[in-house]
């Protein structure tokens, strides 16, 4: 199994670079560029939490009678990191999920929050992805992005919902961009307390513990497969590449503002 998470972790190692160093970050210079790109990415803090869910559903029992289900160490591991993630401590002290967090930080920089909760309001109504991200006028990029997510979880395949969520969401967030941040928290600590915050808990819960406990499921739930490891290698490289197209999104858009406004 170890050699599994090895042979993964080498294969992904030239996308897990090309996102840490992604020029999207070179071009977050000021509060404006700062709030384009998290317009972008609470999409994938939001549905990070769908493919969360989706793996607890499924690795624990969440329905009435209770029953034993699954092994007892993957049952602990997931809600585990539930727990970390719908119902962490914000800067205040207040219990909130991650999510909620995220929004607070838009909210205190002035990002527009608007698309991503009109998505919720009528995803939440419809039950209908497609028409909420029509809605929210998502752009191309954020619908990919989302879409390719809810394809692997209608699929139900607990080793690559795993996979996705060990190899395609943990553990992304370059030194460059804390330091950017901080950068921009000296200039503008009222508007970018909550987003530094939120960063800095993520670094310190997701990227470290939640990771190591990801890898375990992952192997718990690949097991001596072979054809499963074969395809969490695969749906952890897919992950990756929509991950570096929502970044690209985020660099057009923040590019594309920049010129607008020097002209």
């Known amino acids: ?14 996308l897990r670079q090309e996102i840490i160093n992604h020029k999207v970050y070179s071009v977050i210079n000021d509060i404006d560029d700062l709030k384009v790109f998290m317009q972008y990415h609470v999409y994938a803090v ?3 939490m769908s493919l969360l869910k989706s793996l607890q ?14 092994l007892a160490e993957t049952r602990s591991l997931i809600n585990e990191i539930v727990l970390g993630e719908e119902s962490d401590v914000d800067s205040a002290g207040n219990v909130k999920s991650h999510f909620e967090m995220y929004l607070d930080a838009m909210q205190q920089c002035g990002a527009d929050t608007a698309p991503i909760e009109k998505f919720i309001s009528v995803l939440q109504d419809s039950k209908d992805l497609e028409a909420a991200l029509a809605e929210a006028e998502a752009p191309n ?4 992005f989302v879409k390719f997510t809810f394809k692997n979880i209608e699929n139900n395949k607990d080793h690559l919902l795993s996979s996705m969520f060990t190899f395609g969401r943990e553990d992304l967030i370059p030194g460059m961009f804390l ?21 800095e808990r993520h670094i310190e819960v997701d990227g ?32 990756l590449q929509k ?15 920049s010129s607008t406004v020097n002209i």
Not at 1 to 14: D, L, Q
Not at 57 to 70: E, M, R, V
Not at 141 to 144: G, H, N, S
Not at 209 to 219: C, G, I
Request: net charge negative; proline share 4%; aromatic share 12%.
């Open 179 to 199: 330091s950017l941040v901080n950068d921009l928290h000296k200039t503008f600590p009222d508007s970018i307390s909550i987003f530094k915050y939120y960063l």
């Open 46 to 48: 939001w549905d990070f």
């Open 141 to 144: 990029e954020v619908r990919d």
């Open 57 to 70: 559903n499924n690795l624990t029992c969440t329905s009435i009678p209770w029953y034993p289900k699954g």
């Open 1 to 14: 199994m170890i050699k599994g998470i090895e042979r993964i972790a080498k294969s992904i190692e030239p």
């Open 243 to 257: 991950r570096i197209d929502l970044w690209n999104g985020a660099y057009k858009n923040i590019m594309t503002s």
């Open 208 to 239: 470290d513990h939640h990771s190591h406990l990801a890898l375990q499921m992952t192997a718990n739930l690949c097991g001596e497969n072979t054809e499963f490891w074969k395809e969490a290698e695969q749906v952890a490289i897919e992950s």
